[in-house]
C-alpha cells in the first residue's frame, strides 16, 4: 500500500539554525499539507500547497517557514531560524483531491535547544 | 476556526459504547475523523460531507448534523485496539485547510 514518507525521523538543532524537515508524498497525489503537533496537544495545520503554490496557510506559519517542491517527488519544509517553541512533530501529508483523505506520514520529530 | 470536541476523554470497557462529539459554530463543508495512538500518525477513519450522511468503518460509525453543524463518531461495542485520541477536522469550505479539534482520549479496558 503507498504510504507518505519523511525524513529524518528525528531531527535535533540549536535555537536560530535552519532545518529542511523531507516529505516524499503518495505518488498520485495532487494536494500536500504539513502540519504540526506540540507534545501532547492538537494537530496544528500549517500550510496547503497545491500546483507548485501555497494554497492555505496559518498563523503559525510566518516569514520563518516555507515550503518547496523542489522535484516531483519530494515536498520540504524549511524553518529559517529555529526557536525553542519550534519543538514539536511535523506531520506531511497528503491526499488526491479537496475533501478527501489525507494520508499521513509518520512524523518528523524536530527538537530545538 | 477550530472544532469543539467532547468529552475530553472518556474510559470504557472492552464491549461499551461510546459517542465522541465535534461542533463547530461556522458552516462545515466536511467533517473529517481521525485516531492517533501513542507516538504514531494520524489514521484516517472517515469523511462526512455536508448532507447528513452517515459513514461507518467497522463498528465505529459517524453522522453529520448539518442544520447543528455539529458531527458525532458512535464507537459500538468497543475493542482494546480502538483505546487512543480521536481527532475530528472540519473544513468550512473546500479550501484545503483541515482545523483539527482538541481531541478526545479514549481509553478501553478489558
Known amino acids: 500500500e503507498p504510504e507518505v514518507t519523511q525524513t529524518p525521523s528525528h531531527q535535533v538543532t540549536q535555537m536560530g539554525q535552519e532545518v529542511i524537515l523531507r516529505c516524499v508524498p503518495i505518488?498520485?497525489?495532487?494536494?500536500f499539507y504539513w502540519y504540526r503537533q506540540i507534545l501532547g496537544q492538537k494537530v496544528e495545520f500549517l500550510v496547503s500547497?497545491?500546483?507548485?503554490?501555497?494554497?492555505?496557510k496559518s498563523e503559525i506559519f510566518d516569514d520563518q517557514f516555507s515550503v518547496e517542491r523542489p522535484d516531483g517527488s519530494n515536498f520540504t519544509l524549511k524553518i529559517r531560524s529555529t526557536k525553542l517553541e519550534d519543538s514539536a512533530m511535523y506531520f506531511c501529508a497528503s491526499s488526491d483531491r479537496v475533501a478527501h483523505e489525507q494520508y499521513f506520514g509518520p512524523g518528523t520529530r524536530l527538537t530545538v535547544t | 476556526q477550530q472544532p469543539v470536541q467532547s468529552p475530553q476523554a472518556v474510559i470504557l470497557r472492552e464491549g461499551e459504547d461510546a459517542v465522541i462529539n465535534c461542533s463547530s459554530s461556522?458552516?462545515?463543508?466536511?467533517v473529517h475523523w481521525y485516531r492517533q495512538k501513542h507516538g504514531e500518525a494520524p489514521v484516517f477513519l472517515m469523511i462526512?460531507?455536508?448532507?447528513?450522511e452517515q459513514k461507518g468503518h467497522e463498528k465505529i460509525s459517524a453522522s453529520f448534523n448539518e442544520k447543528k453543524q455539529q458531527s458525532s463518531l458512535y464507537l459500538t461495542a468497543s475493542q482494546l485496539s480502538y483505546s487512543g485520541t480521536y481527532f475530528c477536522?472540519?473544513?468550512?469550505?473546500?479550501?484545503?485547510?483541515?482545523?483539527f479539534g482538541a481531541g478526545t482520549t479514549v481509553t478501553v479496558r478489558a
Open positions: 462526512l460531507l455536508k448532507g447528513g
Open positions: 500547497f497545491y500546483n507548485n503554490e501555497i494554497s492555505e
Open positions: 477536522g472540519t473544513e468550512m469550505r473546500s479550501d484545503y485547510k483541515l482545523s
Open positions: 461556522k458552516a462545515l463543508y466536511s
Open positions: 505518488s498520485n497525489h495532487l494536494y
